[in-house]
């Protein structure tokens, strides 16, 4: 079977470096892919959100299942443009159609899940700038920090967290009048603030059946100690120490089992990653956010954990008997590191060549910003590697991964050197 992956980040690598694994797969394809990818697939330069060209490429390359990486395509409906297209509609698309996408797509929407199915979560009202001073009234009744959330996708830019009610006011007023994130913040959630230490867990489902990943958390502060201006993600651990049995236990009695129910009872059929990020305060998990995807640095550290076939668990999820396949993840460690450009995430330069990723032999390099100019490895985006090892420990498999990138060498290269140093 030949297998298209849409996307060309790190994550869509973590992806193909898995499902290359199964003997069932004869060609794997990447759209547009990256530097990593091209040497495992073959990468075809075009958008994930230009559906038609998705068809071309389906249709040219005899392809009969799409796993889609990113939230754009999913948000805007590629998983309901192959069911509404006679020569797609049988090829299994891994990834919620539009209405599941929603739980991404609309922050509002998600939060009225959330309530109208028990999930725990923070309190909330959304607004525009129609009813702006009702905004200014219910931050009023608010304790700092105050959270602002742009209703739709703004490129994880769309999440303020504000510690002065005037300046709350002021970017309330910026992002719905002004639209500050553009049509994503037209409408603004406003939510009292979580307090405790955040985690992702990972579920994927078939729309009836479930298993849940291994948790991750990763660290979106440029700076060490969690300072400075947010990022993608500078890198993560898994196995989360703090999510223990009892923790995820109570994750999958409260939330999963919840959000699955609803997602049933509402008429959602959802094939494909939930990402449910979480608050865990004092042993009680509450919702931040979903995700209708895997994330991104978590995936480079939560597929490797997993010791089945990837293959399998999305053949399980296109015939809906996820619940007959076997699922078994290993008790390692395993810690990654991003190594960004210098300047990122503010403006930063591309195309600087890459030397000495092939010489590492104890991790696992997975390309992200990176592209193939003139024969030469270069990179093309602001997170441009993430450095995964495996350890018994956080410390060892963090060592790892720094050893391995002393050997990575690019113009004005950067990188936290404290991942993991909440949790050592």
């Known amino acids: 079977m030949n297998v298209l992956i849409l996307g060309s980040g790190g994550r869509e690598h973590a992806f193909a470096l898995k499902l290359q694994e199964s003997n069932k797969i004869n060609q794997l394809f990447v759209a547009p892919g990256n530097a990593g990818t091209d040497k495992i697939a073959t990468n075809i330069n075009i958008n994930p959100t230009d559906f038609n060209a998705v068809k071309k490429t389906v249709l040219e390359n005899d392809i009969k299942m799409v796993v889609v990486g990113p939230e754009a395509p999913l948000v805007e409906g590629v998983h ?23 739980l991404e797509g609309s922050k509002d929407f998600s939060k009225q899940f959330m309530l109208k199915h028990g999930v725990p979560t923070a309190r909330y009202q959304s607004f525009t700038k129609d009813n702006l001073q ?17 209703d739709g996708l703004a490129a994880g830019k769309g999440v303020l967290i504000l510690n002065s009610l005037e300046e709350a006011k002021a970017e309330l007023e910026e992002m719905v009048s002004n639209q500050k994130f553009g049509e994503a913040s037209a409408t603004v959630v406003i939510e009292e603030f979580l307090k405790g230490i955040e985690l992702s867990v990972f579920v994927l489902t078939d729309g009836k059946n479930y298993k849940i990943l291994p948790s991750a958390k990763d660290y979106k502060r440029i700076g060490e100690g969690d300072a400075g201006l947010n990022t993608g993600g500078m890198g993560a651990i898994s196995p989360v120490p703090f999510a223990d049995e009892a923790f995820l236990n109570k994750v999958e009695e409260l939330v999963v089992k919840p959000t699955i129910n609803g997602l049933q009872k509402d008429g959602i059929d959802y094939r494909g990653f939930i990402f449910i990020g979480l608050m865990n305060d004092n042993g009680n998990p509450s919702v931040v956010e ?3 995807r895997m994330g991104d640095p978590e995936t480079e550290v939560v597929l490797p954990r997993i010791e089945s076939n990837l293959f399998d668990l999305f053949e399980g999820v296109a015939n809906q008997n996820l619940n007959e396949k076997s699922f078994s993840v290993t008790n390692k460690t395993a810690t990654t590191v991003m190594l960004v450009s210098g300047g990122y995430p503010e403006a930063y330069e591309k195309g600087k060549e890459m030397t000495g990723f092939n010489d590492v032999q104890d991790s696992i390099v997975f390309h992200a910003g990176t592209t193939i100019k003139d024969g030469k490895v270069v990179t093309s985006g602001g997170r441009v590697m993430a450095v995964t090892s495996f350890g018994n420990t956080i410390e060892e498999a963090l060592e790892k991964s720094y050893k391995s990138i002393d050997k990575i060498h690019f113009d004005k290269m950067n990188y936290r050197k404290d991942i993991g140093f909440d949790l050592v």
């Open 80 to 102: 309901d443009f192959f069911l509404a297209d006679s020569d797609l509609k049988n090829i299994p698309v891994i990834g919620p159609k539009k209405d599941g996408a929603l």
């Open 134 to 150: 009702d905004g200014f009234a219910f931050l009023e009744t608010l304790e700092p920090p105050f959270v602002l959330k742009a």
């Open 290 to 292: 979903y995700n209708v």
